[in-house]
């Protein structure tokens, strides 16, 4: 049996052992005309424009820059629709006949994009575009203070992009700038073939990757690039690319596999001086592993890295990673939250160097002499004497440019996925992360952008202790109703709001909406949303460091018994009447606000009888909004309760109160010699005796339109209608004094037999 075959078997069997589990519901499930009518969902778009991919959040300025299809954009941080301002910047006449000669849609990639959008001063912004296939970069003036209506660009003074910016628009870029440097992952050619990690603009020179080795990249796509102090001394600071490739330590006989890696250069690296001259002397790469434990080693692996957030935290050298992946098996499909500490990056950087030996040529940690200075350290005061890395002894550039790979992978922090969602039709896209600040504690606010023009809304809390993290799925958002794929998010903390770009639109939402989980202190408590309490009337917005008596909120268990227990209206329950014709369907409504609660009914007979559970069986069918009477019967009267159980806590939502009666009674009249059913039948009308009406009467014109159909068909047409119909109203019409002759002499005998129940 084949390798490839093996681990089929050891796949499947691990996904039918449970592994991974099940997709998580949202506690509470929005659509896009709910969020507009009554959530604060904004809609940006320009006209003959697309590709809102570029995004950068302003705080001190209070505006939200967006770089789409030929455009610049300011857009005000409260409201995206109010104090716009835009930048026209298309690709000039002659790239784009260029860009057409070369085979290209002119309509469609001929365009100046624009991918790489960064503060570079207090005053200006360097943005960075396709060009129509011409990759080109400017700087934009925005003015220093919110009030400042600057945002313009000199088209006349631009630089060349290559090496900033991707040629295709197709292509993905990650870039950050650090100290007026720019450090980007991109592809440098036409034909998208030679990527490189490139360090340009600043004083010092511009240094890349070994080109052409497959050893330093194998056809990455690069996802997000950080800056990360390493210690007090800045020339320690170091770069990191999170991007994902065609693995070269793959096994032998699986195809090409793409590995999610995360790569380190010095920011203080000069190259070397005989070898590696203006490339990278301190670049290393390691494996980013983000699996589902199985058994018998069978790990479902989540490969394809893509994006990444970094949650900073008090100290600026151990940001939290908060990253996304999905599948590349045809077999299994999902998608995972998986977050990694700078601590385990890097010990796996501090760790031994793949090394490639032996008759067959497999991968191993290599056990031989490390030389000094290690490779990857960068020249400092911290670790040695070296005051550039064109000092290094050849012994380690040579060492460097071949061991960038590190044996050892970086697993995330509780050997597994945060948060993942198998057998779900979307896939995660992007993701942003805010640190809320609750009664009990800080949480991790999770926002996690899909295919499908979705937000998903995660929270995680501790489960046994603060090392256990659980995590709760508690919105899923329809943010853009074409279901275009979210290609960028950024959140302002201090104003509370969520931006997504698409390619069709930019969103504006804000972060929480409390009166949504519902009315009472029950609901509000089981949310467990961080952004919201119970305030004694309402569930509103927590806000810390503010004294209010009935303030409630606990993220951490939820617990509505110990929370809830003097809100006035936890005894009562809303009461509806309803009524079921004998024999007929009864329809018993009841849906909880919460999609994560499991509902129970219960019946009695009057209010002294005890309660019992509503047994299901052919006639009494559960369906997802309630229960279905399929033949209702004279027993099935008296009082119905619905109950919703979740987290542990059973709560009554709704008492329903059922009166059967008679198809007689329903058609107005009861038949002779029935005193029972009699009894307060004359004169009765409900609604179904109007239905009976109609039943009995077809709609006009309705009688023509049959006979059409059957003359089509080549078959007789039915007589003509006999009984009366509305005045001036065809062959059914009858002579007035022959209609006012039967209404006084009563229905005819004949009608009798007709008027009969119909059931």
């Known amino acids: 049996m084949s390798r490839t075959m093996i681990l089929l078997l050891l796949l499947l069997r691990s996904l039918a052992a449970g592994h991974p589990p099940a997709a998580a519901t949202p506690r509470l499930k929005l659509t896009f005309p709910e969020l507009r009518a009554r959530h604060g969902l904004r809609l940006f778009s320009l006209e003959r424009s697309c590709c809102y991919e570029a995004l950068l959040l302003d705080e001190e300025r209070g505006r939200l820059f967006a770089g789409a299809q030929n455009h610049l954009l300011s857009l005000a941080l409260d409201d995206i629709n109010q104090r716009n301002r835009k930048i026209y910047w298309p690709a000039p006449v002659e790239w784009r006949e260029e860009c057409n000669w070369a085979g290209k849609d002119i309509t469609t990639e001929c365009m ?11 005053t200006h912004l360097y943005a960075c575009g396709t060009g129509a296939f011409h990759p080109v970069c400017a700087f934009v003036e925005a003015g220093q203070h919110a009030e400042e209506p600057i945002f313009k660009l000199d088209p006349r003074h631009t630089e060349d992009g290559k090496g900033k910016s991707p040629y295709d628009p197709r292509h993905t870029a990650a870039s950050v700038l650090v100290g007026e440097e720019l450090y980007s992952g991109v592809a440098t050619d036409l034909m998208g073939r030679d990527f490189t990690i490139f360090r340009s603009l600043g004083r ?16 990455p796509k690069f996802v997000a690039v950080f800056w990360v102090p390493e210690s007090e001394d800045p020339d320690d600071d170091k770069i990191y690319f999170f991007f994902r490739e065609t693995a070269v330590e793959r096994q032998q006989g699986l195809g090409k596999t793409s590995f999610a890696r995360i790569g380190q250069i010095c920011r203080n690296d000069m190259g070397g001086q005989r070898s590696l001259v203006n490339k990278w002397t301190t670049f290393l790469k390691a494996r980013l592993v983000c699996a589902v434990p199985g058994p018998d080693g069978a790990d479902t692996h989540f490969n394809e890295l893509r994006d990444v957030f970094l949650l900073q935290t008090r100290d600026k050298r151990n940001p939290l990673v908060y ?88 697993l995330p922090h509780g050997q597994r996925p945060l948060f993942l969602q198998a057998a779900v039709p979307y896939t995660f896209t992007r993701i942003a992360v805010d640190r809320v600040t609750a009664a009990d504690g800080h949480y991790d606010v999770l926002f996690i952008g899909t295919d499908v023009g979705t937000v998903l809304k995660v929270v995680s809390v501790p489960k046994e202790s603060w090392h256990h993290m659980e995590p709760l799925l508690l919105e899923e958002l329809q943010v853009f109703q074409d279901a275009s794929p979210i290609t960028s998010l950024q959140l302002s903390s201090k104003r509370h709001q969520l931006y997504a770009g698409s390619t069709t639109a930019l969103a ?97 007979r009057t209010l002294d009888d005890p309660q019992r559970e509503v047994q299901m069986d052919e006639r009494v ?53 029935d005193p029972q059913l009699t009894a307060g039948a004359p ?5 179904y005796q109007d239905f009976l009406q109609l039943v009995e009467r077809p709609p006009l014109g309705a009688t023509d339109k049959v006979c059409q159909r059957l003359r089509s068909r080549g078959r007789p047409p039915p ?41």
């Open 204 to 219: 010092r020179p511009s240094i890349r990757t070994e080109q052409h080795d497959s050893r330093w990249l194998n056809e």
């Open 719 to 759: 007589p003509p209608r006999t009984h009366a119909g509305p005045p001036g109203r065809g062959q059914g019409e009858e002579p007035r004094k022959a209609r006012r002759r039967r209404t006084h002499e009563g229905p005819r005998a004949e009608r009798g037999p007709r008027s009969a129940s119909p059931w």
């Open 112 to 122: 100046n994009f624009v991918k790489i959008l960064h503060p570079y001063n207090r």
């Open 323 to 410: 990253a996304i992946f999905s599948t590349s098996s045809s077999v299994f499909q999902g998608s995972a939250v998986c977050v990694y500490t700078m601590a385990d990056i890097r010990r796996a950087f501090l760790g031994p160097f793949a090394h490639k030996e032996g008759p067959n040529y497999q991968w191993v940690s290599y056990q031989g002499r490390v030389p000094y200075p290690r490779p990857g350290m960068c020249p400092s005061k911290t670790f040695g004497t070296f005051g550039s890395t064109k000092d290094f002894p050849d012994e380690v550039i040579q060492f460097a440019r071949h061991h960038p790979l590190m044996y050892n992978p970086v």
């Open 508 to 604: 504006q939402l804000p972060l929480h909406r409390c009166g949504a989980y519902g009315k009472a202190c029950a609901e509000c408590c089981l949310a467990r949303d961080p952004y919201c309490a119970w305030d004694g009337t309402t569930c509103t917005r927590y806000v810390p460091n503010t004294k209010r008596r009935f303030r409630r909120q606990d993220v951490r268990n939820g617990d509505p018994n110990v929370l809830c227990s003097e809100d006035p209206r936890r005894g009562s329950v809303p009461q509806k009447q309803l009524y079921g014709v004998e024999g007929s369907t009864a329809f018993l409504e009841c849906v909880p606000k919460s999609l994560q609660a499991h509902v129970l009914w219960t019946y009695q």
């Open 683 to 687: 004169g009765r009308k409900v609604w």
């Open 621 to 673: 069918v559960r369906t997802e909004r309630g229960v279905l009477l399929r033949s209702v019967q004279r027993a099935d009267a008296g009082l119905y309760l619905c109950h919703a159980t979740e987290h542990g806590f059973t709560q009554p939502l709704l008492r329903l109160s059922l009166e059967v009666i008679s198809a007689w009674q329903a058609a107005g009249m009861a038949p002779a010699g």
